[in-house]
């Protein structure tokens, strides 16, 4: 959809027709959707999510994807990072050198290898390692917990999955590996940044203009993996 535009030739807000049989949350989050310019970028693009132009602009800046790297993506669903990914690593059918692992059911992409299942699970490693034929240079994370609306629950919630991500991570990387994943700005993160850079030459704070402004997600990324 094209948002109208006004005299001046700036394009107006759509507004919601209806709001019949909507809840207060489902009417906000649809008129963000048809106002949110990454919306229709991802539409565009064949993208699955807006999303992927959050690792589209980190890696435009960072220069973190490189052609014949191994890349995993935890939390991979839908799989908008697995497409940026395959398309900056040269990742084909032929020679598949991404692996997304979801515990939900995700469709097929060229160049990516889906797996679904929990990434927590002890075997989770060693079949990752299997499916990529080595170790990775790199662990990407967009993945968050489902949300209570309690702001200090849902903090504790994400971080959790951080850490065991981080924990994965160790196992999988191979030396001068990097490591991004997505976080919430909160009074929790001091000690995941610190089990950071025990392990990583640099670890910085990252949030690209994709992530809407009113979110609190930022991104961490770290770099140079000791191993």
Do not use: T
């Given at each position: 959809m094209t948002a109208?535009?006004?005299?001046?030739g700036r394009e107006m807000a759509v507004r919601l027709k209806t709001a019949r049989k909507r809840t207060t949350s489902q009417q906000k989050w649809l008129q963000r959707q048809l106002n949110d310019p990454y919306v229709a970028k991802a539409k565009a693009a064949g993208y699955k999510s807006r999303a992927a132009f959050k690792l589209v602009e980190i890696d435009d800046k960072y220069k973190l994807l490189k052609k014949?790297?191994?890349?995993?993506?935890?939390g991979a669903a839908p799989g908008g990072w697995c497409q940026v990914a395959a398309e900056r690593i040269g990742s084909t059918e032929e020679d598949v050198r991404i692996v997304g692992i979801d515990l939900l059911e995700i469709d097929p992409?060229?160049?990516v290898d889906f797996i679904q299942m929990d990434f927590t699970l002890?075997?989770?490693d060693k079949i990752l390692k299997e499916k990529l034929g080595g170790m990775a240079d790199g662990v990407i994370s967009d993945m968050a917990a489902n949300t209570t609306g309690h702001k200090k629950t849902d903090h504790l919630k994400i971080m959790g999955l951080a850490e065991m991500a981080?924990?994965?991570a160790r196992e999988v990387l191979a030396p001068n590996?990097?490591?991004?994943?997505k976080l919430?700005?909160?009074?929790?993160t001091g000690q995941l940044i610190t089990e950071l850079k025990r392990d990583f030459a640099t670890v910085r704070h990252v949030k690209p203009a994709a992530s809407r402004a009113d979110s609190a997600e930022l991104y961490v990324l770290a770099t140079g993996f000791r191993g």
């Open positions: 109208p535009k006004n005299p001046s014949g790297q191994r890349i995993v993506d935890l992409l060229p160049g002890p075997e989770a981080i924990a994965f590996g990097f490591f991004l994943c919430f700005q909160g009074g929790e």
